[in-house]
T-cell receptor, first 112, second 116 residues
């Protein structure tokens, strides 16, 4: 079945550690790819997106993501996390049809 | 301030008691959508609307109804709620369906519903 997979459900890091959250999708053809973030008690916000071009995209707050077409992956990275990055992160795919398909989310806890 | 407003934010109800979760946006957006968020399942789309009087089913529409009589409002109706509809619900809007495709969604703050 077509889906979006986030393999890490919970991640705990210390401040200044590097972060990489995995995202794989199973849709064929051209897709738009996104990462959203949900800080505690807040609504979802768009972190970054990829449509085409340079497979390495930069978003807000020092986050970046790399699209690897051959692996159907769109992993999120940050070189050095901060306590304020504690949040839930969702990968999403738009396969067209005015629809976003979300992954199951990864809860990141950054300890000071 | 541009926003998507949902009400109520928290609700505890009982099985079978009809309820409506309202969603209103003040950005003159054409596209609106409802999602439910459940642990381990992420966000799943319930219904969406591309404009006034135009609605369509998402991935999990069973047990829900929607209407889009005005551009700004997109209420979610649970005619006979059941415990499996206990969830966190998010309304989202976008300037147009095309903008929705590009991920430019504005989300409300969520409505946490518990059905006993």
């Amino acid at each position: 079945a077509q889906s979006v997979s986030q393999h890490n459900h919970h991640v705990i890091l210390s401040e200044a550690a590097s972060l990489e959250l995995g995202c794989n999708y199973s849709y064929g053809g051209t897709v738009n790819l996104f990462w959203y973030v949900q800080y505690p008690g807040q609504h979802l916000q768009l972190l970054l997106k990829y449509f085409s071009g340079d497979p390495l995209v930069k978003g807000i707050k020092g986050f970046e993501a790399e699209f690897i077409k051959s692996k159907f992956s769109f992993n999120l990275r940050k070189p050095s996390v901060q306590w304020s990055d504690t949040a839930e992160y969702f990968c999403a795919v738009n396969p067209g049809f005015q629809k976003l398909v979300f992954g199951t989310g990864t809860r990141l806890l950054v300890s000071p | 301030e541009a926003q998507v407003t949902q009400n109520p934010r928290y609700l505890i109800t009982v099985t079978g008691k009809k309820l409506t979760v309202t969603c209103s946006q003040n950005m003159n957006h054409e596209y609106m959508s409802w999602y439910r968020q459940d642990p381990g399942l992420g966000l799943r789309q319930i219904y969406y609307s591309m404009n006034v009087e135009v609605t369509d089913k998402g991935d999990v529409p069973e047990g829900y109804k929607v209407s889009r009589k005005e551009k700004r409002n997109f209420p979610l109706i649970l005619e006979s709620p059941s415990p499996n509809q206990t969830s966190l619900y998010f309304c989202a809007s976008s300037l147009s369906p095309e903008n929705a495709n590009t991920g430019e969604l504005f989300f409300g703050e969520g409505s946490r519903l518990t059905v006993l």
